[in-house]
């Protein structure tokens, strides 16, 4: 049975957010078939009201955390452990001196220099596994390595690109599965600006587009002034809107950065100017052709199951 979204006009955006996710999360277990999440909400939403602001809102947020359109995403498995998402508000951590000191402490700890040696700049074009079974790595510089077995940690995007080639060939199976699982773009804007453009408490804010074609453009926002006692934002380009954002100039993307307060809080700031911009391009990126996975909408059961390449609990 499906829940409906009822006193729709009583609800304050977080109710309504909130109530969304738990009226689709229960669409979801009954679903025979999948549908993507944009028409999930469509279906719960009683009132069709899908161009709302709020709907958009919602449509937005998940876009953002599984990285391309509604209209891509399976309801079926967006809850279902696919992804588990913490949204307690001690869930995300940000390590202030960058994910570098993380590696660094990983060699350090390294109880000798060649258990973990780490090779830079060797971009992977071939993987062969000879008949004895030992495995040689063969790199664009022409250089190869030869180990008794390697693990493959390639970004999704690259595997699906084909740009390491395989001997022999992945099995069936694991082409299935880097076939199906999807890989969407959510680019980062870093913007600094000569005074502070943002509300003292507030962490993140979401902007309600009124045109759904605006959707992922650069509409969640989150305040890194806390961080790094400047006044830096982050916002966010997702799928298609992400893809177009890698081909901006500094100075579109910086038209843009100077409307987002404007949109933000209804009125103009005057004399704000931006200091530093800087944006991802992790899909051109060739060593990373994508952000991060999410469950495609797809049509079988039996085909979402086999996404994992590996037998699973
Ligand atoms: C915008 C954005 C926000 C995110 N936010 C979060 C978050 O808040 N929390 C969180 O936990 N995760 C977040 N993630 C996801 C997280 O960054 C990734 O899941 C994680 O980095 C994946 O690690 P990995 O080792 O699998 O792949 P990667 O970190 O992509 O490492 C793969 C490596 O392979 C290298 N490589 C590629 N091709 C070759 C080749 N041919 N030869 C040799 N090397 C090659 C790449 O250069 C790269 O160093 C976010 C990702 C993005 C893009």
Same mark, same amino acid.
């Given at each position: 049975?499906?829940?409906?979204?009822?006193?729709?006009?009583?609800?304050?955006?977080?109710?309504?957010?909130?109530?969304?996710?738990?009226?689709? &999360?229960?669409?979801?277990? #009954?679903?025979?078939? +999948?549908?993507? =999440?944009?028409?999930?909400? %469509?279906?719960?939403?009683? *009132? !069709?009201?899908?161009?709302?602001?709020?709907?958009?809102?919602?449509?937005?947020?998940?876009?953002?955390?599984?990285?391309?359109?509604?209209?891509?995403?399976?309801?079926?498995?967006?809850?279902?452990?696919?992804?588990?998402?913490?949204?307690?508000?001690?869930?995300?951590?940000?390590?202030?001196?960058?994910?570098?000191?993380?590696?660094?402490?990983?060699?350090?700890?390294?109880?000798?220099?060649?258990?973990?040696?780490?090779?830079?700049?060797? &971009?992977?074009?071939?993987? #062969?596994?000879?008949? +004895?079974?030992? =495995?040689?790595?063969?790199? %664009?510089?022409?250089?190869? *390595? !030869?180990?008794?077995?390697?693990?493959?940690?390639?970004?999704?995007?690259?595997?699906?690109?084909?740009?390491?080639?395989?001997?022999?060939?992945?099995?069936?199976?694991?082409?299935?599965?880097?076939?199906?699982?999807?890989?969407?773009?959510?680019?980062?804007?870093?913007?600094?600006?000569?005074?502070?453009?943002?509300?003292?408490?507030?962490?993140?804010?979401?902007?309600?587009?009124?045109?759904?074609?605006?959707?992922?453009?650069?509409?969640?926002?989150?305040?890194?002034?806390?961080?790094?006692?400047?006044?830096?934002?982050?916002?966010?380009?997702?799928?298609?809107?992400?893809? !177009?954002?890698?081909?901006?100039?500094?100075?579109?993307?910086?038209?843009?950065?100077?409307?987002?307060?404007?949109?933000?809080?209804?009125?103009?700031?005057?004399?704000?100017?931006?200091?530093?911009?800087?944006?991802?391009?992790?899909?051109?990126?060739?060593?990373?052709?994508?952000?991060?996975?999410?469950?495609?909408?797809?049509?079988?059961?039996?085909?979402?199951?086999?996404?994992?390449?590996?037998?699973?609990?």
């Amino acid at each position: 049975m499906t829940t409906r979204l009822r006193d729709f006009a009583a609800m304050s955006v977080v109710q309504f957010l909130g109530m969304s996710r738990d009226a689709v &999360e229960h669409l979801s277990s #009954d679903l025979e078939k +999948d549908i993507s =999440v944009h028409s999930a909400l %469509r279906q719960v939403n009683q *009132y !069709q009201l899908i161009e709302d602001p709020l709907s958009q809102t919602f449509l937005a947020e998940h876009e953002f955390f599984f990285g391309d359109t509604a209209d891509t995403l399976s309801t079926k498995y967006l809850y279902d452990g696919y992804f588990e998402i913490d949204t307690s508000p001690a869930s995300d951590k940000i390590p202030v001196l960058g994910y570098t000191k993380m590696l660094d402490m990983i060699v350090q700890n390294s109880p000798t220099e060649a258990s973990l040696h780490i090779l830079l700049d060797q &971009e992977v074009t071939g993987v #062969d596994v000879q008949e +004895d079974k030992r =495995v040689v790595i063969k790199c %664009r510089n022409g250089q190869t *390595y !030869q180990a008794g077995a390697v693990i493959v940690t390639l970004p999704l995007g690259v595997l699906k690109a084909n740009d390491v080639k395989f001997t022999p060939g992945l099995s069936p199976k694991m082409k299935g599965a880097i076939k199906r699982v999807g890989i969407g773009t959510v680019n980062k804007l870093v913007v600094e600006f000569n005074q502070r453009v943002w509300p003292n408490k507030t962490q993140q804010i979401t902007v309600a587009m009124r045109d759904s074609a605006d959707q992922g453009k650069f509409s969640i926002l989150t305040s890194f002034q806390a961080i790094v006692k400047k006044p830096v934002i982050v916002t966010y380009a997702v799928s298609q809107i992400g893809k !177009q954002s890698e081909t901006l100039s500094d100075a579109e993307l910086k038209d843009i950065a100077l409307s987002r307060p404007n949109t933000s809080f209804g009125t103009a700031l005057d004399n704000v100017t931006v200091v530093n911009i800087s944006g991802t391009k992790w899909k051109s990126d060739r060593f990373s052709r994508g952000s991060y996975s999410f469950p495609a909408l797809v049509v079988t059961e039996t085909s979402t199951r086999q996404c994992t390449p590996f037998p699973m609990l």
